[in-house]
């Protein structure tokens, strides 16, 4: 649907915008290039160029030509969603007036303000956002490395390793091992293992149920918890273990090559392995000398402007920000609030305080959905939290459907806010 | 429904004493309030001996019922969705519902344009409450339990939206809602009425409505900011 905000806006108002456009609008029109087309980068670029009605040159760089969700895939691994439903592909963007360039970006030359691509070209820009998503961090569980993920997927970036995850398990032998390594913290969708582990046992439970699962966590506690152990405990009675740190759930290596994940010194033979390393920036943001010694890029509470340069805001997965999790929904937040002050700085437009919100839903079983969420606002380092909520154990089945309804709801919802 | 709270159970109190609290205070005149049974719900509703379900449910022992909560009557998902929230029919939420059943639950099949006279309402609640169980000189029992005043004065509803500002404040809204109105799982909220619109923002804001997020979202959402949302939503139904 196209906006067109003079239909409803006061002639006085307009008027305003027009005059009040700083200088950047010369002869040209003021550059924004946005690096990734994720739900961070995807919904920046979306709303920069719908809200300007082509006052801005928008640039969107992104490899893939389809982009599959990472929110979602474990309902999938399931066999609650389809491959095909989790992908989406940029037409509509490129529609509301973005150039869509699917390359790599390679490089920043944060002096000259261009960004380098795989193919050479160089693209200059007056804002740049990065929203790249992680990386992993080598060597964080010992023996596995990106080489390995076709023996021991990570699935931890949707695509075509969820799906051999999924084949993976399901011509896994009767009665086989599923061992998952759970990342650390800070690390992408939070309560993503949790629901992983969920998904895998309902998957189990039907076709294999004397399999059994581990997970090996290095964490002491993890988002949803008590739900997540309370839901195995009615839907797949003994079918999951979690080793955590007090036994050594931090003290992980595995030999793909043998299938053998060692923890604590002892050697465990499994079936199918996910690693689910340690996690970063995307590369492309260290590339470009916006990241901390984590890994991570942080950013101004206010408005995700990199603390390392002015004309640089950093969304989502990879920036270093405070309180909210790293999620699809919480880079869609953040990408508004950043819209809005590019487009402000720019054009002239009005710029609004930020307001930052997220929600998490996960499936535990059929029909049994819940739910964790908060508001954010910016704090004088970081962004903090100011609300927050999340499903209670013992609650009736009518509302965990109601809140898996609901799941499916947002998801139509942010993937058409997105791509739609 | 303020004007109601105010005149007939306590004057601008927050927190009522257990001694006030204990005292029956009079709802509104019973008898009277037959007489607006008769009018305004019987075609729809029975109430009293061998009431039965008839195109609305029956109506005996409604207080403190959750909504949507009778197994053999078909309601709409709408309503279903409120009463797993939790909305339960207490006396603040009943006279919500009678004065603009859309405005308490959006896509109510039930097709009644509200009562706006508070005394009228008062009266009628009074006259129902004969047929459920009468908590009255239990001060903590749901019905005469209160929770704080909802005081959306006339100036609220006159805030002039600023749709620009409403546009921005969406971009919260659309992860989850629709721009194009497409509603499954989650509803639409695009083309409402602005009044609807911001009393039902400011119904989630008191937890008057059930469901977190929507309590979450509106908590921070300041009066000109709820009207800022209703003008814009309006307006993007008009395009």
């Known amino acids: 649907m196209k906006l067109n905000r003079r239909s409803f806006l006061g002639t006085a108002t307009l008027a305003t915008a027009a005059l009040s456009a700083p200088a950047l609008m010369g002869q040209t029109r003021p550059r924004v290039v946005v690096i990734g087309g994720g739900s961070g980068g995807g919904t920046a670029a979306r709303y920069i160029a719908k809200d300007s009605d082509g006052a801005v040159d928008v640039t969107l760089i992104e490899p ?3 982009y599959y969700t990472c929110y979602f895939s474990n309902l999938y691994l399931g066999g609650f969603w389809e491959y095909d439903a989790l992908g989406h592909d940029y037409g509509n963007i490129a529609r509301t007036g973005v150039n869509v360039v699917h390359d790599w970006a390679v490089g920043v030359d944060r002096d000259a303000q261009t960004v380098a691509l795989a193919s050479g070209e160089r693209v200059p820009y007056d804002r740049l956002v990065v929203a790249p998503g992680i ?29 051999l995850l999924k084949h993976q398990i399901e011509t896994m032998r009767e009665g086989g091992l599923f061992v998952m390594v759970a990342p650390p913290n800070p690390y992408r969708c939070p309560p993503g293992p949790g629901e992983r582990v969920s998904m895998v046992a309902h998957m189990l439970a039907q076709s294999n149920p004397s399999a059994k699962i581990l997970v090996v966590d290095p964490k002491e506690t993890y988002s949803k918890q008590a739900l997540f ?6 839907h797949y009675p003994g079918m999951v273990t979690r080793i955590g740190p007090d036994f050594g759930g931090e003290n992980v290596e595995v030999r793909p090559e043998e299938m053998e994940v060692v923890i604590d010194g002892m050697v465990e033979k499994a079936d199918v392995v996910n690693v689910i390393p340690a996690q970063k920036a995307g590369k492309i943001a260290e590339l470009a000398g916006l990241t901390n010694d984590a890994g991570w890029a942080p950013v101004k509470p206010g408005d995700m402007r990199s603390t390392m340069d002015e004309n640089i805001f950093v969304l989502g997965d990879a920036s270093h920000q405070g309180a909210m999790p790293k999620s699809g929904f919480s880079a869609n937040s953040q990408a508004k609030v950043v819209a809005n002050v590019i487009r402000g700085e720019l054009t002239g437009s009005r710029i609004f305080p930020a307001r930052y919100s ?10 049994d959905g819940v739910k964790v969420g908060a508001t954010y606002e910016p704090g004088a380092e970081q962004i903090e939290s100011v609300t927050s909520f999340i499903s209670q154990t013992g609650e009736d089945a009518d509302l965990r459907r109601q809140t898996y309804e609901e799941s499916i709801g947002w998801y139509n919802g942010i993937v058409a806010d997105i791509f739609g | 429904m303020r004007a109601f709270l105010q005149r007939f159970l306590f004057i601008g109190a927050l927190v009522v004493p257990m001694e006030l609290a204990a005292q029956a205070i009079p709802i509104g005149d019973a008898v009277a309030g037959a007489e607006v049974y008769r009018r305004e719900c019987a075609s729809c509703h029975q109430i009293g001996e061998d009431a039965q379900h008839r195109i609305g449910p029956h109506l005996n022992r409604i207080f403190d019922r959750g909504a949507g909560s009778h197994d053999d009557f078909r309601y709409s998902e709408a309503l279903l ?19 603009n059943p859309r405005a308490l639950v959006s896509g109510t099949r039930m097709s009644y344009r509200g009562l706006s006279d508070p005394a009228r309402r008062a009266d009628l609640i009074a006259y129902m409450r004969a047929y459920s169980d009468q908590p009255q000189n239990i001060p903590e029992a749901a019905p005469t339990a209160r929770g704080r005043e909802v005081n959306l004065s006339a100036e609220i509803l006159a805030i002039e939206g600023d ?23 989650i509803p639409g909220i695009v083309g409402w009425p602005e009044e609807d619109f911001v009393v039902a923002m400011h119904a989630y804001k008191q937890k008057l409505r059930p469901h977190e997020v929507m309590q979450s979202v509106a908590q921070r959402l300041d009066d000109e900011e709820i009207a800022a949302l209703a003008a814009y939503f309006l307006a993007l139904g008009r395009e």
């Not at chain 1, 152990?229 to 009615?234: I, L």
């Not at chain 2, 969705?81 to 004065?99: F, M, S």
């Open chain 1, 64 to 66: 893939s030509r389809r």
């Open chain 1, 135 to 163: 990386d992993f961090v080598e060597g964080s569980v010992p023996g596995w490395d990106v080489s390995q993920q076709s023996l021991m997927p990570h699935a931890y970036k949707s695509g075509t390793q969820v799906q």
């Open chain 2, 163 to 185: 749709i620009e500002y409403g546009e921005y404040l969406s971009s919260e809204c659309t992860t989850c809602h629709q721009r194009s109105g497409d509603h499954a799982g």
């Open chain 1, 229 to 234: 152990e309370e839901g195995w405990e009615r």
């Open chain 1, 358 to 367: 997220n929600t998490c839903w996960s499936l535990i079983a059929t029909d």
């Open chain 2, 81 to 99: 969705r409120q009463g797993r929230d939790g909305l339960r029919w207490d006396l603040r939420r009943l006279d919500a519902y009678i004065e």
